[in-house]
């Protein structure tokens, strides 16, 4: 018996020493590449060779940070013993913000069916075109090259002490660090970002990235901290409530209700807001609170008005429930339900009740709510937080915050509200009315706002 175990094994031993060289052993790597040719293309080369026959397929995969699953792309190459393969990922169709890393892999196969898959290799797009300074802590990184070191620096401390009470407020703990990149000037600014954005652009956020770009010239400085602050607002609220999918089901008047009042606080709403508001309140013109859980208007004087009421709301929340039912409200709009059930759990009234109540506060009229049916509620909507670029609004506005567009490709923007301004230099909006914060023109006698602790 023993002899017949030691005479298969030898057989066995042979056969395997005979056998062609199978999966991995057969084909090796001779060279692979990555080149950031930001903001034209990024190239991934590589070159393989197989002992056993000619390599037929080829797939590259590429897994972007903060984004659930991976892609896999098919590469340019001849089929042979010998071949080398070329993906290029056009930023001009399928645009990628500077920031965004990530990791890429090969797999491999040739006509036998020997398989090899490559190590995973990590890669980052940069804007190489300027000399990037660079301030950072675990949570945020500011980076600009305009303005010297100290116009930097205090965005970058009014970023981290907007971290500091955001987090606090949301009870949210900021696991992913948020990027803010800084372009000083428009020339540089609309070379960074996608074609297809419109003149009146000032600056664009990737919310499934935790990158915002912006165009802060360094005779803004005040206007770039209302910016930073609303763009860090509406980051954290993201990494709250998103979905593994990467959507954000809230309402919309929420979402900028909450970004309008943390880049306020704690100074009162400016008059661009105010000011609509209050002739709303005189002449009964308000907006249902039902009517802003989607887009906002695209006319600029409607869009206002939706922008303050949303303020408005929020501020409401806060001082009448507290910031501990904030928190909670957040907490259940991420579990996920219908709007009215979530608004009930959290603050004991509806989506009409809560506009009751708020307009009791705001000494507006009541209004006569329709009688809605049990089988109704009001569905949440799967959007993702500001899908459109920043938008100007009129001449005589003035600055506030935020666009956000999401995934691979940037959302266009709808036409603007009003003609865009004839010198750009002199004016940057980064809200649509359609889902962002109008920042207005940065005039030539800005109002410095003091700004007091956060309590």
């Known amino acids: 018996m023993k002899r017949l175990t030691l005479l298969f094994v030898t057989v066995f031993a042979l056969f395997a020493l005979a056998a062609p060289a199978f999966a991995e052993d057969a084909i090796t790597v001779t060279s692979n590449k990555f080149t950031n040719n930001f903001r034209k293309n990024l190239t991934f080369v590589l070159g393989a060779q197989s002992a056993a026959g000619k390599i037929t397929n080829i797939a590259l995969l590429i897994q972007l940070e903060g984004i659930a699953s991976s892609g896999r792309q098919i590469p340019d190459f001849s089929p042979g013993a010998q071949v080398q393969a070329t993906y290029e990922w056009n930023l001009e169709r399928n645009y990628l913000p500077p920031g965004v890393s990530g990791q890429f892999w090969w797999l491999i196969e040739d006509d036998k069916g020997n398989q090899k898959q490559t190590e995973k290799q990590n890669f980052r797009v940069e804007d190489t075109s300027q000399q990037w300074k660079k301030l950072a802590n675990s949570q945020v990184a500011l980076y600009w090259y305009a303005g010297g070191d100290s116009f930097g620096k205090a965005l970058f ?55 915002v770009v912006i165009n802060v010239e360094p005779n803004s400085l005040e206007w770039g901290k209302d910016a930073t602050v609303h763009e860090l607002t509406h980051q954290i609220i993201s990494q709250k409530i998103r979905g593994p999918l990467g959507d954000l089901s809230m309402p919309h008047w929420m979402d900028e209700g909450l970004a309008m009042y943390y880049e306020t606080y704690p100074n009162p709403l400016d ?87 708020w307009r009791k506060d705001i000494g507006a009229k009541p209004r006569v709510i329709p009688t809605r049916g049990a089988t109704t509620p009001t569905p949440f909507p799967t959007f993702s937080l ?3 670029p920043f938008v100007a609004p009129t001449a005589a506005a003035k600055p506030s915050a935020t666009p956000q567009v999401v995934a691979v490709q940037a959302t266009a923007a709808p036409p603007a509200p009003t003609a865009a301004p004839s010198n750009p230099l002199r004016s940057v909006a980064l809200c649509n009315s359609t889902g962002l914060i109008v920042l207005g023109v940065i005039a030539t006698a800005w109002q410095i706002r003091r700004r007091r602790p956060h309590v």
């Open 157 to 211: 401390d009014r970023a981290v002490e907007a971290m500091q009470y955001l987090q606090q407020d949301t009870k949210v703990s900021v696991e992913r660090q948020i990027q803010i990149f800084i372009y000083g000037n428009r020339n540089d600014f609309f070379k960074a970002i996608p074609m297809s954005s419109k003149e009146w652009t000032g600056g664009q956020a990737y919310t499934e990235y935790s990158i």
């Open 271 to 357: 008059n661009q807001f105010a000011a609509p508001l209050k002739r709303a309140i005189q002449n009964d013109t308000l907006m249902t609170v039902r009517s802003m859980v989607g887009a906002f208007p695209t006319d600029s004087a409607a869009a206002n008005l939706a922008y303050a009421q949303s303020y408005s709301l929020v501020d409401f929340i806060i001082r009448k429930y507290g910031r501990d039912k904030l928190a909670q409200l957040l907490q259940d709009f991420k579990t996920g339900g219908f709007y009215d059930d979530v608004f009930k759990k959290a603050l004991g009234v509806d989506t009409d009740g809560l506009e009751t109540e």
């Open 386 to 388: 500001s899908t459109d």
